[in-house]
């Protein structure tokens, strides 16, 4: 352990010594929700321009479980998980970042999840409440099956489980049903029923530009209380055993990365180590990149040449 601390001290002070930082290679996730998506741009203007390096947001690389097992083995197959939320993840983060200690992480910004429905819903559904009446359930029923639907997310993510879980634990699930399909299928329907001024009811987080884009009302959900989440999303019984009848606590969102790179591109671990967002930040980049439909590469060049002083002390340390 100690040989190979010297080695990257070493490493690092040649860069340093020569103006120049180490240049392999670093590849991003490519997540499915803007905000990771608008982070990995960030990430990568700055490694090819301010740092000179070479990185590349891989395709396609988006499942969490998949993207922690690359960082794992350090094989620059994947070096970059843009936007790790907890504790949607932690088997994972139990797994790597406290066990293995192959994965380490940045100091985390804050975000939220709520259930909401449009404001011009709000008169009639503001709590989980009002969902146990059987006559709101059915204005959120579209296919005649006697349940109302509920956007819960993606196939692929850990909160979709939290969700159901939620529902079951309020005694919702009677009377509800999940909607499982991906964020993009979910918001071209909700924009289709928004504009119609029709029910609907979903789960979304902060930061995001849907936030901007529509004006949404988060139901009001029981206060948080020992005991009140006791999840296992592992188990092959995960509905039945879990329980889930509090709000969401506050999430914690980090980067996280591959600890290979403090050998392989230890200028670059060191950056990712210093990084620190505000959701404030993230949400700008949002709204500019997927709604105000610019070019993710400038717009993140843009924050950059505006933001240069922090940039700076992310690199320099």
Request: aromatic share 12%; charged share 25%.
């Amino acid at each position: 352990m100690h040989v190979w601390k010297s080695a990257v001290a070493a490493t690092a002070l040649a860069a340093a010594a020569t103006g120049g930082y180490a240049q392999e290679k670093i590849t991003l996730s490519d997540l499915s929700w803007n905000g990771a998506q608008a982070i990995g741009h960030v990430l990568s203007a700055i490694i090819e321009g301010e740092m000179g390096g070479d990185a590349e947001i891989v395709s396609g690389m988006n499942q969490a479980a998949v993207i922690m097992a690359g960082m794992d083995k350090g094989d620059g197959s994947i070096d970059i998980y843009t936007d790790l939320w907890m504790p949607n993840q932690q088997a994972l983060w139990d797994e790597y970042i406290d066990g293995n200690q192959t994965v380490a992480t940045n100091q985390p910004y804050q975000g939220t999840s709520n259930i909401y429905v449009p404001s011009y819903m709000a008169d009639k559904v503001s709590s989980i409440e009002d969902l146990k009446n059987p006559e709101i359930a059915a204005m959120f029923d579209t296919d005649g099956n006697g349940k109302g639907e509920y956007w819960a997310g993606d196939v692929t993510w850990a909160s979709t489980k939290r969700w159901q879980i939620k529902f079951k634990s309020y005694g919702l699930d009677g009377l509800w049903e999940p909607n499982i399909v991906s964020a993009d299928t979910f918001k071209a329907g909700l924009e289709a029923a928004y504009t119609a001024g029709k029910p609907q009811l979903f789960y979304y987080w902060t930061p995001e530009a849907i936030h901007v884009k529509y004006d949404l009302t988060a139901l009001d959900e029981p206060e948080r209380f020992d005991g009140c989440e006791d999840v296992n999303l592992d188990a092959e019984d995960w509905l039945e055993v879990s329980e889930f009848e509090c709000v969401i606590a506050a999430n914690e969102i980090f980067v996280a990365y591959s600890k290979s790179l403090e050998n392989r591109n230890p200028a670059v671990a060191a950056m990712l180590s210093n990084v620190q967002f505000t959701g404030d930040e993230i949400n700008g980049w949002i709204v500019e990149m997927f709604e105000n439909k610019r070019d993710p590469r400038e717009v993140a060049e843009e924050w950059i040449a505006d933001n240069k002083e922090i940039v700076t002390a992310w690199i320099d340390g």
